[in-house]
């Protein structure tokens, strides 16, 4: 059974700072996704990572896939009062249905 | 449509009352797929309709659950028998036969008193 753990689960930072969200998980996958969440809304896509390797890059976030450490990292650059939400990573079981194993979510807030 | 729409946005019902909860997803998206989100935490899978048939059921939590895309378009999902544990976000997404991203409805938020 494919087990996908996020940390920190909480995570409180000042504006400016840098800082990185882990993401693991338990068997092999090259399909890994990053979501967002505002409280009482839905998941908006961030990335898609499909191969060992992996970098993408949108304002001040960064996500990197390493598929032989099965390992993703969401990096906050210069974070923003606008960055605070849930970040949720979900890895897609490949074959057949493409159903997604989501992590418990990294809340995120940033204080000015 | 130009995203996921579910109906209803909340629906409260009492324990023991069947509800249905109806996902509209993106035109021409063979693939959708329902997921529960409790309280504090991720998402997790319930179904996978591919066009009309349920190709795996595997994440329903028991017989109390059942969903329908009858026409390969429009999926509901039914509760039975509601208990107060049913309570939680029930999310739709869809994905294209070529893509290799699900997109997310707004959910629906169902409380069982």
């Known amino acids: 059974e494919l087990k996908v753990e996020q940390n920190p689960l909480f995570l409180s930072m000042q504006e400016g700072k840098n800082y990185t969200i882990y993401c693991n998980y338990s068997t092999t996958s090259d399909r890994l996704y990053w979501y967002r969440q505002d409280p009482g809304k839905s998941l908006e896509s961030l990335f898609v990572?499909?191969?060992?390797?992996a970098v993408k890059q949108e304002g001040r976030l960064m996500a990197s896939l390493d598929t032989k450490a099965r390992l993703s990292t969401l990096h906050i650059t210069a974070a923003v009062h606008d960055l605070s939400a849930t970040y949720f990573c979900?890895?897609?079981?490949?074959?057949?249905?493409?159903?997604?194993?989501f992590g418990k979510g990294t809340k995120l807030t940033v204080n000015p | 449509g130009a995203g996921v729409s579910q109906t209803p946005s909340n629906k409260v019902t009492e324990k023991g009352k069947y509800v249905e909860l109806r996902c509209d997803p993106i035109?021409?998206?063979?693939?959708l797929y329902w997921y529960r989100q409790s309280l504090g935490q991720g998402p997790e899978f319930l179904i996978y309709?591919?066009?009309?048939?349920?190709?795996?059921d595997s994440g329903l939590p028991n017989d109390r659950f059942f969903a329908v895309r009858p026409e390969g378009s429009v999926s509901t999902l039914k509760i039975q028998r509601t208990e107060r544990g049913d309570s939680a976000v029930y999310l739709c997404?869809?994905?294209?036969?070529?893509?290799?991203?699900?997109?997310f409805g707004q959910g629906t938020r169902l409380t069982v008193v």
């Open positions: 035109s021409g998206h063979t693939a």
């Open positions: 979900a890895v897609g079981i490949q074959g057949g249905s493409e159903k997604l194993v």
């Open positions: 997404a869809s994905r294209s036969d070529v893509g290799t991203e699900a997109f």
């Open positions: 990572l499909l191969s060992n390797g």
């Open positions: 309709f591919q066009g009309t048939g349920a190709a795996d």
